[in-house]
């Protein structure tokens, strides 16, 4: 072939090349603006140029970061309004870029492209959610999924379009078999060395920066929030029989016999974390508040599946803190168990295994603004004025108006979030569900997830009832393949006991 032949097909390859280069950036962009009108919720901040007075702070995390289950009355919301409050005559503002089930890596990879962008604060909370996934964290070419998901909006879009024509919107299935971790196995130890890796080098990228860093461990629900027992491996009928009947026993006032039962249950199932759950739950029934506290934390800490902060993960989180000068400790899981009775955190601080009530949030707001003026980042408030009392901005933000908005989504989300793998908490999804419901009686997701929750558990009348009103306040017929919304729903109607008989004999 000739120079002259040669040049030209490199000149057509260009000139399709650049064709192509600009129809991905129009489509690209295309979608990034059906994405912000149709899913503003899923967009990350976007940092404008930094004005000469703007104090910025950026907070990094997961889900409690972001504000599950509703932002806008979560502790950054609280402390953007108490700091607006206290410092008017100050340009301070707080950049959001937590990011539901996200770990540590995430929140390396996301502080680290942000450090350009001028913050004179970095707050970081993480910890929770380094065992969300079992297997290894993806490494080289195996990231592209990942990173296309995180950056092309077009992507993204294609992912909810896959999802509605095959019915996998929003939640996984439900499962026939929920994987445990095995805490002393070196997968679970290397998960950890990682970990203190990871936060290591967030320290040591800020510090390089010269930006205070404040660092805070996360609390965890243990007098409420029991650790996952339906659907493990090795788990018969047996051994469910036990629980429920410990269960009932419980809810009848039979703490006698509930201990006699939990004793003989582990004769049977020695070291089993459900089960000292349940006997803290008899011990803090009989006023043995320092027992139930021992019995709720080794609870947690036998976790077959670790959803939650553990020791482990705020041990290191305190250890990287204390090695740095401009690195800060937050010990918001002390905070929690001070402002908690008897010391035993529960539902009043924290909805579920992790995500903060808004009187959580509060504790949390106060701790982080506190150790601002603390390290000299604010100055002292004169006259002091009390920091941050939640019914006061729960007032403003409307919280206890009629058919609050954010207080129906607080609970309704909560209400679902309870019942999916790993936790299938049935009867606290449906007391959640029962607060939604009081907020707005007419709102169709909240009966028909309360449909969901009386299939699963048998109650089959109960459960056509609530989804024949569900469908005449929806007005047309419930997607039970729209997961986000009633993410088991599918299932109750399909195979009420969980999973096909094709599914069973797959796991086995």
């Given amino acids: 072939m000739t120079s002259s032949k040669v040049g030209r097909v490199l000149l057509i390859a260009a000139i399709n090349l650049g064709i192509l280069l600009a129809l991905m950036t129009v489509t690209e962009l295309i979608s990034r603006h059906v994405e912000r009108a149709k899913y503003p919720w899923t967009q990350p901040q976007q940092v404008a140029p930094k004005r000469g007075s703007e104090l910025r702070v950026f907070a990094f995390g997961a889900s409690t970061v972001w504000g599950e289950p509703v932002p806008e009355i979560s502790f ?117 060395v990682t970990l203190e890796k990871e936060m290591r080098l967030i320290v040591e990228r800020t510090s390089q920066r010269r930006i205070p860093l404040l660092l805070a461990t996360s609390p965890s629900n243990i007098a409420d929030w029991p650790p996952a027992y339906q659907r493990l491996p090795g788990r018969n009928q047996g051994y469910t029989g036990t629980v429920s009947r410990i269960q009932e026993l419980l809810r009848n006032g039979k703490y006698g016999e509930a201990a006699d039962a939990v004793t003989a249950g582990f004769s049977l199932y020695p070291e089993d974390a459900m089960l000292y759950f349940l006997r803290g739950r008899v011990q803090l029934a009989r006023g043995s508040y320092a027992d139930a506290r021992e019995s709720f934390v080794k609870a947690r800490d036998l976790d077959p599946v670790p959803w939650r902060a553990i020791p482990e993960t705020n041990s290191i989180i305190r250890r990287v803190a204390s090695a740095t000068p401009d690195v800060h400790l937050v010990d918001l899981d002390r905070v929690y168990e001070e402002h908690s009775e ?118 089959s009348a109960a459960g056509a009832r609530e989804l024949r009103r569900a469908t005449e306040l929806h007005r047309r017929p419930i997607d039970v393949n729209d997961r986000w919304v009633t993410p088991y729903l599918k299932e109750a109607l399909e195979y009420p006991a969980g999973c096909t008989s094709s599914q069973q004999e797959a796991t086995h």
């Fill in 76 to 192: 950054i919301a609280q402390m953007r309004y108490w700091l607006r409050r206290f410092y008017p005559d100050r340009d301070i503002r707080i950049y959001n870029f937590g990011a539901r089930g996200k770990n540590t890596a995430y929140v390396l990879r996301e502080l680290t492209s942000r450090l350009d962008e001028q913050p004179d604060l970095i707050l970081v909370i993480t910890g929770s959610n380094e065992f969300l996934t079992w297997g290894p964290e993806p490494e080289g070419i195996a990231r592209i999924p990942e990173l296309l998901l995180s950056y092309s909006a077009t992507t993204r879009l294609l992912q909810r379009a896959v999802g509605k024509v095959t019915g996998s919107r929003g939640v996984d299935p439900m499962p026939c078999q929920v994987q445990p971790w095995d805490r002393e196995s070196d997968h679970f130890k290397s998960r950890l």
């Fill in 342 to 459: 008897h010391g035993l955190v529960g539902n009043d601080l924290i909805f579920d295994n992790c995500h903060t009530t808004p009187l959580g949030d509060s504790l949390t707001a106060k701790a982080l603004v506190q150790t601002m003026v603390e390290i000299g980042f604010l100055p002292a408030r004169q006259p002091p004025e009390e920091c941050c009392p939640v019914g006061t901005f729960l007032t403003d933000a409307g919280y206890f108006e009629p058919k609050s908005p954010l207080r129906l989504h607080a609970f309704l989300d909560t209400g679902t979030y309870a019942m999916k793998t790993p936790f299938f908490n049935y009867e606290l999804s449906r007391e959640y569900l029962l607060e939604a419901m009081k907020v707005d009686q007419n709102s169709w997701e909240v009966w028909a997830n309360l449909a969901t929750i009386d299939y699963l558990t048998g109650d």
